[in-house]
């Protein structure tokens, strides 16, 4: 349908649902973008529900938002890191240098009697596994 043809209140509820797109591309989070567009939550939610194509656009807008939001963050980490805060440091260290990432140390030794079953290997394994996600350990 074009817009010429749609009533006055169609049209409005085009521009509304583009008007709410563009703040959740600003600010991913549902509530504030409504807020900032003077539109309910529920009717925001009533547009997904009804309109797939809205669902869908509402669901990237919010993915972009959430990636300029992410960008601001890191920057302010970095900025924070240039200004000598130790937390910020310690912070970057931990989730991006390998050599300050927490680690996980194992040690002991397991004594059984009898040989485990294939479901108890099996229950291990996935245990060993959980820990060391990168890597697969089987035991024997």
Known sequence: MKMTELTNIE???VKNKELL???LKRMP???VACEKTGIGRATYYRWCKEDPEFAEKAEYAKYIGTHLAND???SQLLTNIKNGHFSSIAFWLKHKHKDYSTKVHLSGS???P???TKEQQELINKAINLVFR???Y???
Do not use: G, H, P, W
């Open 11 to 13: 049209k409005r509820i």
């Open 21 to 23: 797109l563009d703040q």
């Open 29 to 31: 989070i549902v509530q």
């Open 72 to 74: 601001m963050a890191e």
């Open 110 to 112: 397991v004594n059984t």
């Open 114 to 116: 009898k040989e485990l």
């Open 134 to 136: 990168e890597e697969s």
């Open 138 to 140: 089987e035991i024997e």
